[in-house]
């Protein structure tokens, strides 16, 4: 005879409502097959049996409420076995749930109680050890890497491609033959369907985007990534947001350059990071944004807001994308705190591990497209930011100074600046003084 | 530190949904996954908890249908509940066997989780005595209702961002004749995805486990008012 109790659910719960009975007296019931149901807060429990044998009494009908502990029934073995004292949610043994014992009504209410949903795809809903993705199951029989890799690339469903390989196995000429039968189909099954307006009870997989037949040596389709779609959409907004200016400065950067020779080899043994051009430039734009804090401001409909932060967002190129954290306080930081915020930030979006409020709150943007080895661009505004400092590459150009030929460090830097709020004659006292902080610079870096 | 795996599934019906958290308990039970955290958004569906009673759905099955709105008994606690557009329904599937081994203390930390998500969107969010879900003041900002098996997790919470609330007519929340909200209601202009973002980050830290962050949006498309 072994004895049913209410289980204790965690240090916080005292008591619990028996809910359901999930076997009646007299009925059989094997060991960790689910017996009763009990309701703690707004959490459904199913509890399963401690034991195998015949459910000989129920002390506890269902809606009570009795505390942890507390005998509910008591089940009678069949044979000699020994069965631990008490039921434990967390009985050691796996076996799966609702082994076909139970009363199908009840172990499984939902499937009862509504018709069955639609499944996603025809093959039975096996548990295989891994799901990519949601809505496609996976047919039964192992897969190669290669076919899984396939599939995932292309999107596919794999229980609708039928495998000719040994025992109905899936092999990478069906996946090849698919594709190039079904180029259509095959494309239009994103993971993710970005219909707006699904009918509630339309399958996933049943809202395609229309796309126009193609051959599948001349284009391959791939939908956009989450990350792809924000980022055009931003792109989009801005440009039809802001009036987009850009004024291009050219800066002589030899005192800035000789600062960086004479530190660098300390920053790589003090820190264990390089010194590069990105945070004297950043240091500058502070500088120049204190004095001109229209740069620093956002516009929302009539009014200006100006920002008493100067949060400084460092577009990070990702593989497939762009993100731009945000230096927070970037006005507090010399040219080590910059270098060092840098670093940490574009190693930690690269390796996605970001916390939220790192990409939020930036009140003005640089982009070093320089280190990629471009001259010059024109970035477009991070809204709601109204101005975006962009930097070219710096490199050794002879130049004219005092009727003389020089060898100097020459950068171009640029600014995209929103009309709407800035004149170009600000844009350009800003860049200014930007110029000047980088030409004459003087403060030490750490 | 444990993974959990983050699977954001955009829009997805309730019952494709509630197919895959079987499946994936099934898994998790047998350990043959981590812990998992599904992010969705659903179309309109009424769903009834176990323990739910049907008198709390006030709209008969033809004014329900007319009006697109699918109904959908379920396993959860809880009474009833809607569905929709605009509302971050999170589903963990947890071995809390691996946690905390306490069902209140996770009931009560759902609830932080949503209410420090909520208070990086400005929104001063908290709990009521012996109500679980998350409120703002006197209205119901977020539902919870969980279904537990072999200490495995399984249903969760849903958090209204931008919810049309007069769906929320045709049921009595949770069998409470309370109010909701949203965050949009409150004048959070906020994407679920970007909630998605601040909501992963916070859940966790409170899980303490290691998930990658859900697919950050650059820093200005964040509607926020004002920096």
Redesign the interface.
């Known amino acids: 005879m072994t004895d049913v109790v209410m289980p204790q659910?965690?240090?916080?719960?005292v008591e619990g409502t028996l809910?359901?009975w999930l076997k009646k007296p007299g009925e059989h019931v094997d060991r960790d097959e689910?017996l009763f149901?009990i309701?703690?807060?707004?959490?459904?429990?199913?509890i399963?049996s401690p034991a195998a044998g015949t459910l000989s009494e129920v002390m506890v009908e269902e809606g009570k409420t009795v505390g942890i502990n507390t005998v509910v029934a008591r089940i009678e073995e069949n044979g000699a076995v020994a069965a631990p004292a008490a039921a434990q949610?967390?009985?050691s043994s796996?076996s799966?749930?609702g082994a076909g014992h139970a009363r199908p009504e009840q172990a499984a209410?939902?499937e009862a109680?509504?018709p069955e949903?639609?499944?996603?795809v025809e093959a039975p809903?096996s548990?295989?050890?891994t799901?990519e993705e949601?809505?496609p199951a996976e047919p039964a029989g192992p897969l190669s890497p290669l076919v899984r890799k396939l599939a995932r690339e292309n999107n596919l469903d794999l229980s609708r491609i039928k495998g000719t390989g040994a025992g109905g196995r899936i092999t990478k000429q069906d996946v090849e033959g698919y594709l190039a039968q079904k180029p259509a189909a095959a494309a239009a099954e994103p993971a993710?369907?970005?219909?707006p307006?699904?009918?509630?009870?339309?399958?996933?997989a049943a809202t395609p985007a229309p796309l126009a037949p193609t051959h599948p040596a001349k284009t391959r389709v791939e939908p956009l990534?989450?990350?792809r779609i924000?980022?055009a959409?931003?792109m989009v907004?801005?440009k039809r947001t802001s009036a987009h200016v850009t004024t291009i400065h050219r800066v002589d950067m030899t005192a800035v350059a000789q600062m960086r020779e004479r530190n660098k080899a300390a920053f790589q043994t003090n820190y264990g990071f390089s010194l590069t051009y990105l945070p004297f430039i950043t240091r500058a734009a502070v500088v120049a944004l204190r004095q001109f804090p229209l740069l620093n401001a956002?516009l929302?409909g009539n009014n200006i807001?100006y920002?008493n932060e100067i949060?400084i967002?460092i577009a990070v190129a990702l593989e497939n994308g762009?993100?731009?954290?945000?230096i927070r306080g970037a006005d507090e930081k010399n040219v080590l705190g910059l270098q060092r915020a840098v670093v940490d930030l574009a190693a930690r979006a690269r390796s996605?591990?970001?916390?939220?409020?790192e990409?939020?709150?930036?009140?003005f943007?640089i982009t070093n497209f320089g280190s990629f080895g471009s001259l010059v661009g024109t970035p477009i505004?991070?809204?709601?930011?109204v101005a975006i400092l962009g930097v070219g590459t710096v490199d050794k150009t002879p130049v004219v100074i005092n009727d003389a030929i020089a060898i100097r460090s020459i950068c171009h830097v640029s600014l995209s600046f929103d009309h709407r709020l800035i004149d170009g004659a600000l844009a350009d006292q800003f860049m200014s003084r930007i110029k000047q902080v980088l030409e004459g610079w003087t403060e030490e870096v750490q | 530190m444990r993974n959990c795996c983050l699977r954001e599934l955009g829009r997805i019906d309730y019952a494709n949904a509630l197919e895959l958290q079987r499946r994936l308990v099934a898994e998790r039970q047998q350990g043959l996954v981590d812990d998992q955290l599904l992010l969705v958004e659903h179309p309109h569906v009424v769903t009834l908890g176990r323990n739910g009673h049907r008198e709390n759905l006030l709209a008969s099955d033809e004014i329900l249908e007319r009006a697109g709105v699918a109904f959908h008994p379920t396993d959860r606690g809880g009474d009833i509940t809607y569905h929709g557009p605009g509302q971050l329904v999170g589903y963990p599937i947890l071995d809390l066997r691996q946690w905390k081994r306490d069902v209140g203390a996770y009931v009560r930390a759902l609830e932080e989780v949503l209410i420090a998500t909520l208070a990086d969107f400005g929104i001063a969010a908290g709990r009521i005595p012996s109500l679980t879900g998350v409120w703002v003041q006197e209205r119901k900002i977020a539902a919870i209702g969980v279904h537990i098996a072999r200490w495995v997790t399984s249903h969760g919470f849903a958090l209204n961002v931008s919810t049309d609330l007069s769906y929320f007519q045709y049921i009595v929340p949770c069998g409470l004749t309370r109010p909701v909200t949203s965050m949009a209601a409150l004048g959070v202009r906020a994407t679920l995805e970007d909630v998605g973002y601040v909501l992963t980050a916070h859940f966790g830290r409170v899980f303490d486990c290691e998930l990658p962050l859900a697919a950050p949006a650059l820093a200005g498309a964040r509607k926020r008012e004002p920096i």
């Open positions: 659910m965690g240090e916080s719960i809910t359901k689910p149901e309701s703690t807060d707004k959490v459904d429990t199913e399963p949610p967390d009985a796996q799966p749930v209410p939902v109680a509504a949903p639609p499944p996603f809903a548990s295989q050890p799901v949601p809505a993710r369907p970005p219909a307006q699904p009918a509630p009870v339309a399958p996933v990534s989450t990350m924000k980022i959409e931003h907004l801005s956002s929302d807001i920002h949060n967002g762009l993100i731009v954290p945000v996605r591990q970001l916390k939220p409020d990409v939020l709150g930036g009140t943007s505004i991070n809204q709601p930011q």
